[in-house]
Nanobody, 127 residues
Framework: QVELVQLGGGSVQPGDSLRLSCVASGRTFSNSAMGWFRQAPGLEREFVAGITWSGGNTYYADSVKGRFTISRDNHKNTLYLQMNSLKPEDTAVYYC????????????????????WGQGAQVTVSS
């Protein structure tokens, strides 16, 4: 069993930065792909960023490419999402997710491909 606990989030102004963290329990984190998703009111959950089990490959949605950075520390069982140059359209609940024992070079971009989810963190970008 895996539990994902998210830290971070909050309300910021356009152009500000935030970092989200996701701490995993269990023994499979270092052998699992990880992803960040977000969901705005009335919309479906969408892929934001993903990272392979080793951290060697990262993937981003076009809407955040160049502004967000996903990273992981397998020694600390922790996933990060550094968000820079935030925009009002980034406002959403952000979720981390674990694709258990996925050691492939690709990561999933659909929620159904992930096995465990964090509790979510609200990010609000507004002036």
């Amino acid at each position: 069993q895996v539990e994902l606990v998210q830290l971070g989030g909050g309300s910021v102004q356009p152009g500000d930065s935030l970092r989200l963290s996701c701490v995993a329990s269990g023994r499979t984190f270092s052998n699992s792909a990880m992803g960040w998703f977000r969901q705005a009111p009335g919309l479906e959950r969408e892929f934001v960023a993903g990272i392979t089990w080793s951290g060697g490959n990262t993937y981003y949605a076009d809407s955040v490419k160049g502004r967000f950075t996903i990273s992981r520390d397998n020694h600390k069982n922790t996933l990060y999402l550094q968000m820079n140059s935030l925009k009002p359209e980034d406002t959403a609940v952000y979720y981390c997710a674990l694709d258990d024992l996925n050691r492939r070079r690709q990561v999933g971009t659909r929620p159904i491909e992930y096995d465990y989810w964090g509790q979510g963190a609200q990010v609000t970008v507004s002036s």
